[in-house]
């Protein structure tokens, strides 16, 4: 695959009809100078991602077969199985340049051994039998709903599931309970119902009709109801021009992270909003020691 230039990547487009194939190509025109940017490529096995149509029996074989499932965005009824990154018609281009945004983050920022964790929780959702199976859900949800993990309660709102769950990931690893919303009405539910040390936002949820990550910051931060109880709030989104950081300060977020998240700035924002992090945080003298001892068998 090429390399990424100036975090600039290349995009094929596989199947479509002459119009969407247009409006696609049009859009990451549009978009080339934010960052990452998109640039239309013909090539199935070369590019740096793929956006397929999922309702082509053809272009679905063809993607599977050249071993580019998972760094694919599907459009579609349906997706493959093992597939990371899919989304029902009508098609949003907008929200293709999130998802592709969110496989970047997956690609630079995990781990190998969170990559392998995000990707088999992803595939084992879809591993129901043949090549193709019906996830007629709005996102890969089904392995992600609910609270995971022991410690201290924390939030991620995130409509897109990979994004969703590399956070998820991370954050139980370094000892929270997350717990998950996929858009910004079933966050204000969870941020009512539960109480929480910290509240990861993206400013973007769903459709622009709903509440986006900037509107429950408002709300937690100025709104009575959560006076002495509101989170600490960290907008984590890829949105990273000077003014989308101002946006963020105005609405009252502690610590504003960029996508794809850099591991350091991810432990800067837990060192510095949550006093019980130092016993969990991975560079710590005493975790170090611990490691250690348990890298010696003690």
């Known amino acids: 695959m090429t390399a990424p230039t100036s975090e600039r ?16 190509a049009s859009f990451f025109r549009l978009a080339a100078n934010r960052t990452p940017a998109y640039v239309q490529a013909d090539d199935l ?15 679905l074989q063809d993607v599977i077969e050249s071993g580019r499932t998972r760094e694919t965005v599907f459009v579609g009824a349906h ?39 995000i990707a088999d929780d992803i595939a084992a959702t879809h591993e129901l039998g043949g090549i193709v199976v019906d996830a007629s859900a709005s996102s890969f949800g ?20 990979i994004a969703r769950r590399f956070l998820q990931v991370r954050l139980q690893q370094l000892g929270y ?17 539960e109480r929480f040390v910290l509240a990861f936002l993206d400013i973007v949820l769903g459709p622009p009709s709903g509440l986006d990550g900037l509107r429950i910051c408002q709300m937690l931060k100025h709104n009575a109801e959560f ?10 989104t890829g949105l990273s021009g000077a ?16 996508k794809p998240v850099v591991e350091a700035e991810l432990l800067n924002a837990l060192r510095t909003l949550d006093p019980g992090f130092a016993g969990r945080d991975p560079e710590s003298p005493v975790s170090r020691r611990l490691e250690k001892r348990r890298a010696r068998g003690l």
């Not at 096995?45 to 272009?59: L, Q």
């Not at 997706?79 to 293709?96: E, K, N, S, T």
């Not at 089904?142 to 709102?157: H, M, N």
């Open 177 to 193: 309970r997350v717990h998950l919303a996929h858009d910004g009405e079933e966050a204000m539910t969870l941020l009512r119902r």
């Open 142 to 161: 089904a392995f992600d709903s609910g609270e995971t993990g022991s410690g201290p309660d924390v939030l991620v709102a995130e409509d897109s599931a």
């Open 45 to 59: 096995i070369r590019s740096d991602f793929v956006v397929a149509d999922a309702d082509s029996a053809a272009s």
């Open 9 to 24: 990547y290349t995009v094929a487009l596989q199947g479509f009809s002459a119009f969407e194939r247009e409006t696609l």
């Open 227 to 236: 006076a002495g109880v509101a989170p600490k709030v960290v907008m984590v």
């Open 243 to 258: 003014m989308d950081k101002v946006r963020g300060s105005l609405a009252g977020c502690d610590a504003y992270l960029t």
């Open 79 to 117: 997706a493959p199985q093992g597939a990371m990154a899919w989304l029902q018609r009508p098609i949003d281009p907008v929200h293709i340049l999130r998802e592709l945004d969110s496989l970047v983050e997956h690609r630079q920022s995990a781990p190998g051994e969170l990559r392998a964790a």
